[in-house]
């Protein structure tokens, strides 16, 4: 149990299909990420969001969507994906604004995209 | 550009010995470093962290240890056990950088029996 929890584990897609992982952290942090890990790379930051504004946006492509309605849940909306949209995508939380930011990781949401 | 580097992508320990993972960093502004541990199809976990302030830290059997002057750090697990095979990424923050994450590339340590 991480505090971090995120669903489905498993999604597969066709690239015209709608979707989107859930996450929900038990932690009080006012901090929420989006990660996405691919084969033999570094996970990479896509989304933050700050006391529930979007904070950081590393230049990801507009078919992934992200919402987050309070401090404790963070949606990832999908849309026409690409086979190479594949990965694991992990959510975390942290609480800013104190000395180091630890973050916290859900489990991640395998997608595979067909 | 990388700025947090693991360059051994895995290590074969013996079970009961030390294993040392090694991680460098190029931005000196970064101030907090973390070490996390990943099993296949689980999210990374933390293990332990340091402020730039200190230049050890002890928890059980993990102790990170940081030498700012090389911008280097790395990670001692004393006696290795074979629960401790996993990937272990390393990521620096800083407050500058508003303590967003960068993560290295990873190191898969095997600890045998």
């Known amino acids: 149990e991480t505090g971090v929890t995120q669903t489905p584990r498993h999604l597969v897609m066709g690239m015209t299909n709608k979707k989107s992982l859930k996450c929900e952290q038990h932690?009080?942090?006012?901090?929420m990420y989006w990660y996405k890990q691919s084969a033999k790379k570094p996970l990479e930051l896509m989304f933050v969001y700050s006391l529930e504004e979007r904070v950081e946006n590393n230049s990801v492509p507009s078919r992934f969507s992200p919402e987050c309605p309070n401090s404790s849940h963070l949606f990832l909306h999908l849309h026409t994906l690409q086979p190479e949209d594949s990965a694991l995508y992990l959510c975390?939380?942290?609480?800013?604004?104190?000395?180091?930011?630890?973050?916290?990781f859900g489990e991640g949401s395998w997608l595979t995209v067909v | 550009d990388q700025q947090v580097k693991q360059n051994s992508p895995s290590l074969s320990v013996q079970e009961g010995r030390i294993s040392i993972l090694n991680c460098d960093y190029t931005?000196?502004?970064?101030?907090?470093f973390l070490w996390y541990k990943k099993y296949p199809a689980e999210g990374p976990t933390f293990l332990i962290s340091i402020s730039s302030i200190k230049d050890k830290n002890e928890d059980g059997r993990f102790t990170v240890f940081l030498n700012k002057s090389a911008k280097h750090l790395s990670l001692h697990i004393v006696p290795s056990q074979p629960g401790d095979s996993a990937v272990y990424f390393c990521?620096?923050?800083?407050?500058?950088?508003?303590?967003?994450?960068?993560f290295g590339q990873g190191t898969r340590l095997t600890i045998n029996p």
């Open positions: 932690l009080g942090h006012n901090a």
């Open positions: 931005n000196s502004m970064f101030d907090y």
């Open positions: 975390a939380s942290s609480q800013q604004g104190i000395p180091g930011n630890t973050i916290y």
């Open positions: 990521a620096a923050s800083s407050i500058q950088g508003a303590q967003k994450l960068v």
